[in-house]
Structure formats: C-alpha cells, structure tokens
C-alpha cells in the first residue's frame, strides 16, 4: 500500500529528527575501512593457502595442467563411479574428456539433476582467505539449481582465478552485481544436531575442485 | 498498531520463566555442550583473522551510516529491485505483513509453502498466520524442522533447536516421519530429514525467506545458510517471497566484504558458510519468476528514535552474544520469551514493543560485558541495557512502587550530609534486633530478597565520618577497633 510506505518513511525521517545528516555520498566516502583490502602473499602461497582451506571444509582437491585437464576430469569421475554426468551450458568443449557421454544442461529436467551421478562447471571467482568458490550462474556456471540437486558437483578452477582475500573477490565480482550468485566453500553441511558437522544435508554431499595452473 | 515480537506480550517474566529451566539438567548440559563448542570454534577463526578490529569497525560505521540515511537506502533499494523485476511491500506491523504476505500466497493459488529460516517470520507470527488461512508452511532448516515436528519454540537465534540432543530429535523424527528403526546418530537423523524434505522441494510452488542484507545499489537480497535448504527455497519454487526488517539494507554491494567475513566466522565459527546466494530482482530462465520483499517496520522505528539505543538495529543475529552470556548459558532461550534471546533479545524484544512488554528483559544481565566483546557490528549491549533499565523505571513504574519509593527515599538522604548522618545514627538505633554478632542474616519484608542469599554487615559502632572528626580533635591516630565495627 503506498500510504504504508509514506507512513514507514516518515516514521524513520521523525525518528532521525535531530541527527545531522549531510549528503549520504559524503558521509559514506567518510566510513573508516582500514581492513585488509590486498593479499599479501605471492602467488604460489596463495594457491597453498586456498587448496588448504578447501581440504580443511572437506572438499576434495585435484591439481591438474591445461594440457591435462580432459583427462584429470576424467580420472575423479571414474574414481567415483560416476556415469550419469551433467555438463554447464557454455562449457568449452575443449576441457571436457571427449571419451565421457555428457548430459547437456538444457536437456535436462529438474528429475535429471535428481537422479544424476554429478555435474561439471566452472566458476567465475575463487578465494583463497576462506576456501571459497563462485559462481556468477554465466556460461559454463550452470544454473543455480544444477549445482544444488545433484549429489557431486566437479567445479574446474583456473588458477587466476584465485584471489587472496574476500575484499578482492568482491571486487572481481562487482560487474557482475546484476547476475544471481552463490559462494560454495565446502559440500552442504549442519551442524544443527549437538553441534556436530554432518556434510551433505541438502545440497551436494561431495566437492571435488580441479584446479588448473 | 498492532506491533507483535512472538508471544512475548503474553509471556511470563524473565526471572520467572527461567526457574523451571534452571531445574532441567539435560537442558543445561545441551545448551553448555553446544555453546562451548561454537564459542571454541568462533574463537579460532576470528583470531586468525588479523584485521578483526578494523572489521568490526568499519561494519559498525556502516550500519550507523545506513541507519543515519535509512529512508534513503530503504528508498533506493526498492528502485533498484523494482527495475530487476522484484515487488517491493512495506509494512507497517506484524499484521500488515501477514495480510501482504498471505495475500500474496493465495493469489499464486498457493496452499502449501517452504520456508528458509527466518527469524522475522517467528517475529510476526507468520506459520501462525498462514496457517490461520489454510495454507501449510514447512520449515526446511534441520534445527527449524526439529523445532516445528516437536511442537516446540527456538531457543537460539541461529541453532534454534540447540537445547535438543540427538536422542530427542530422534523420538521427534521416528514419530513424527514414521521411521520407528531411526538410530540416534546425527548422520542417519540429517539424512532422514533430506529424505523427507527432499519431495516438497520438488513440488511446493511458493518459497519464503528473510533475508540477512538487502544491498541498495544493485537491489539485490542476500542469504547465508549451510545446509542448502535455503538454496532450494530461493531457486525451485516459481514464487518467493522475502520478508526483512528495514535495517536489513546496506548501503554497496562492496560492503558485504566486510559482513561475509564476520557473519560466519560468529555465528558458526566457520571462515565462510557453505553457501552463500544473491539475487536481484528474477532472472530469466535461473529461479523463480515472481519474486516480493515485504520491508518490514514492526517497532523498528521506535528503536531509531531512541538516540541511545539505535545502535541494537546495528545486529546482524549472529547469536554470538548468546553464546558466550553467562545468562543465556544457563537458562537457554525460551526464558526470554520471545524469538529474540540472550543479550540482544534483552533489549531488541522491548524496544520494539515499545518498553510495554518484555520489561523484566533488561534485567537479565550481570552487564559483564562480554556480548560487547563479541558482537561483531559493536553494539555496547551492556550500555543499552542499562539505558533500558532507566527507561523501564522512568516509563513504566507508578511513582508509588515501593522501589521506586525506597530509591527516591535514597536520593534524598545520599544527597544531603545531615541527612545521611542522621540515617546512620537512626540505623544503629534501629538496627539492633536484627544484628547479631555484627551481622544481618534475616531481614524482614521485601529486603528479605537481600538476605536470603548473602548476609549484610551490621552498621558500625562509629562511622568513618565521626571518625574523622574525632580524630581532628584529639589526634588519635586510627578507629578503635571494636567487635561489630567495620
């Protein structure tokens, strides 16, 4: 109703009665950000520090070469058995083993993305700091939902990518404010039972990041 | 107005409320066992972050800037959500929300809805509601369905159900799901619950979350969670609807760098969530394509209009003052009375219900300090409460309440040297049949509470002042000192 929300602003603009305020720009430029903005760490440490993180939130972690990549992705789904594996739309075809029978994304209904063994995607950004990948959902990302049903999700990291800390990823993924998003660190977890962490309540039970350099 | 927070109206004092709690030791030892073990795990990663400080400093900037200019954040988000193709709502009340919110389910010919945890539905008493006009509304967070199966309140606002241990969640989940062969073991137990929820997913059309930010400049809504729950709420159903407290905005997409890092890391103890979503207004062909936030006042403003207390609307319910008060770790939630516990429900509860309910809430508290410690966004907790102690005294006691007599009795004999003196000698005087051996053991009346869990020491012989005087006059060197003399 607009009344309410004449009502509503109002009742804030009363509450605010004597407080000073200026320009909302002005006084936002004035906040203290004294945190840490920029990684320290060079490149290689950065890369250690986020393949720790993610084995530390039990993500499953496989170091692999551009050259390779076909073939490391078909190692970790062969290891796990799996047959029934949905591809990202607009994933390069050039990564992807050529030996595997993949299901295309658009092909597939939400029944699919139930029954399957895993998906493959890639990500948009990585962060080192807390063990965490994103996704902006753009070509070869998947939908959100791709990542969310289905029981493994393989999730290929390039190493530049990788950024140190969470102001930095944030950065990166400014220009893509408009797109929907979601941060991954580690497979879906609770701890809601006597505080015990129990991996896998909704989301995917199991992570495996290829990470290419 | 009819301004709710739970049942708090209806609820019994704080002091009351906890003695029945105090005298359930399987209670007691869930709640210490799962605070001890959050605190040890929050303590960890926040000491690994080495700019904590200058986090919590420039998040405490932020939401003061954001609350200074709310009308104008508050104003631009719904533009720029409204242009990515969301409905913004305002609402004035927990009434005006339901109605908009139930509305809103039933034009979308819904009867059924999932839900992600959302501390603000429990605030206005939305399930209730919905349910009042039909409409079924399952709970999808593990802690929120164990709350919901086992008829019971959350007592805590992040692990709502931290007071059950496995045993108890699984005569909830054996009798409630039908699966008499249950084992007690969290894996089996979290598992039966993705079994059952994973089918109303799947079928049920409309969705309901709060939302932990709404970010101003790009319109979009953010939701941190752990167990995905909240990603099948927000990305299956064709219809979600958001409801958030107006202090939920901030003001740049930038900023959520500084509150993604220090929400996880109180609240779970973890560098980062599982999963953390954003979304801005519908997306073509990702999620659903009707998409609401309902902006919710219920109080809020009233909180803002207190200078001294605007600060509370800084919370982003990590529940890290909870954890670590030593109220709360031993009385659990369900004290409070309300959906808001520990510290921060001390003073949000009567605040937003305008100091007339939830007045023994400020009082729940030894003001030891270590919520201010804790909090992530700053909020002096410790000074508020004493704010609200002040106001609860001021606004809400008759002027012919004993205390209030006694206290008024006590300015005016502490704020006059011969009236002081007089009450000394008066007291000796008088004191005499309740000393014995230079100690009161039993007082009688109201300042019985006193001396029913410690004694007083009998007034002295001599005071210090008469004391002093004498000792000007004969320059004797110390009090004599006799028994009974303090």
Request: net charge neutral.
């Amino acid at each position: 109703m607009p009344d309410t929300r004449e009502a509503v602003l109002e009742r804030i603009r009363s509450a605010l009665g004597d407080t000073a305020r200026s320009e909302p720009a002005e006084d936002y430029a004035a906040i203290p950000r004294e945190y840490i903005r920029a990684g320290r760490l060079d490149p290689e440490a950065r890369l250690q520090l986020f393949l720790e993180r993610l084995r530390d939130y039990d993500t499953h972690v496989v170091e692999t070469s551009v050259a390779s990549l076909p073939q490391t992705i078909a190692a970790v789904l062969h290891g796990h058995g799996q047959k029934k594996v949905i591809a990202a739309d607009g994933l390069a075809q050039e990564i992807l083993p050529r030996d595997f029978d993949f299901i295309e994304e658009r092909a597939a209904s939400v029944d699919d993305l139930n029954a399957c063994d895993g998906i493959v995607t890639v990500c948009m950004v990585a962060i080192a700091f807390t063990g965490t990948i994103v996704l902006t959902h753009g070509p070869g990302e998947g939908a959100r939902r791709l990542t969310l049903l289905p029981d493994r999700h393989l999730c290929v990291v390039r190493a530049e990518q990788v950024v140190e800390t969470v102001p930095e990823g944030m950065e990166r993924l400014a220009q893509f404010a408009a797109h929907p998003m979601t941060f991954i660190s580690g497979p879906s977890a609770t701890a809601d039972i006597e505080m015990t962490r129990i991996r896998g309540v909704h989301g995917p039970r199991f992570l495996d990041v290829v990470l290419v350099r | 107005m009819s301004i709710r927070v739970g049942e708090s109206a209806s609820a019994p004092s704080f002091q009351k409320a906890a003695l029945p709690l105090l005298e359930d030791a399987q209670l007691r030892r869930n709640i210490r066992h799962a605070t001890d073990v959050i605190q040890r795990k929050r303590g960890l990663v926040v000491a690994e972050t080495t700019d904590w400080q200058e986090l919590r400093s420039a998040a405490s900037a932020i939401k003061a800037h954001t609350l200074r200019y709310l009308d104008h954040y508050l104003v631009q988000f719904e533009k720029a959500c409204t242009a990515a193709g969301g409905q913004v709502h305002w609402a004035a009340d927990a009434d005006d929300a339901n109605r908009i919110i139930t509305g809103l389910v039933q034009q979308y010919g819904g009867d059924e809805v999932i839900k992600i945890k959302t501390m603000t539905s429990e605030e206005i008493g939305l399930n209730e509601a919905l349910e009042r006009a039909g409409i079924r509304a399952h709970e999808t967070d593990l802690a929120e369905v164990i709350i919901q199966l086992g008829g019971d309140t959350s007592s805590h606002i992040v692990v709502p159900a931290l007071h059950k241990n496995r045993s108890q969640v699984r005569e909830i989940f054996r009798e409630r799901m039908n699966l008499p062969d249950l084992s007690d073991k969290p894996e089996d137990l979290t598992a039966a619950a993705r079994h059952y929820l994973r089918e109303k997913f799947l079928k049920v059309k409309v969705g309901v979350c709060g939302a932990n930010f709404l970010v101003a400049d790009t319109g979009g809504v953010c939701i941190v969670e752990s167990e995905g729950n909240g990603r099948m709420c927000l990305t299956l159903p064709d219809v979600l609807i958001s409801v958030a407290g107006i202090e939920k905005v901030i003001p740049t997409f930038q900023d959520l760098e500084v509150f993604l890092q220090l929400l996880p890391r109180s609240a779970t103890g973890e560098r980062m969530n599982p999963y953390n979503s954003l979304w801005t207004g519908v997306h073509a062909g990702d999620g659903p394509q009707h998409f609401h936030v309902v902006l919710l006042d219920n109080g809020r403003t009233r909180v803002l209009a207190d200078p001294e207390a605007r600060q509370t609307l800084h919370c982003i319910r990590c529940g890290a003052c909870l954890n670590t008060c030593p109220v709360y770790r031993q009385t659990g939630g369900h004290a409070y009375g309300s959906s808001y516990s520990g510290p921060i429900g001390a003073i949000v509860t009567p605040q937003l219900l305008d100091m007339r309910y939830g007045q023994s809430l400020p009082y729940a508290s030894s003001l030891c300090g270590a919520c201010y410690e804790v909090c992530p966004v700053k909020i002096n907790i410790p000074e508020v409460l004493i704010h609200l102690r002040g106001r609860v005294v001021r606004e809400q006691k008759s002027a012919l309440d004993p205390e209030a007599l006694a206290m008024k009795a006590a300015a005016a004999i502490f704020t006059s040297r011969t009236r002081f003196e007089a009450a000394q000698r008066l007291g000796r005087i008088g004191q005499w049949p309740l000393v014995s051996h230079g100690w009161m053991r039993n007082l009688p009346g109201m300042l019985g509470n006193w001396t029913r869990v410690r004694d007083l020491r009998a007034l002295p012989r001599q005071t210090f002042r008469e004391w002093w005087k004498r000792r000007a006059k004969s320059g004797s060197s110390g009090p004599k000192r006799k028994n009974g003399d303090a």
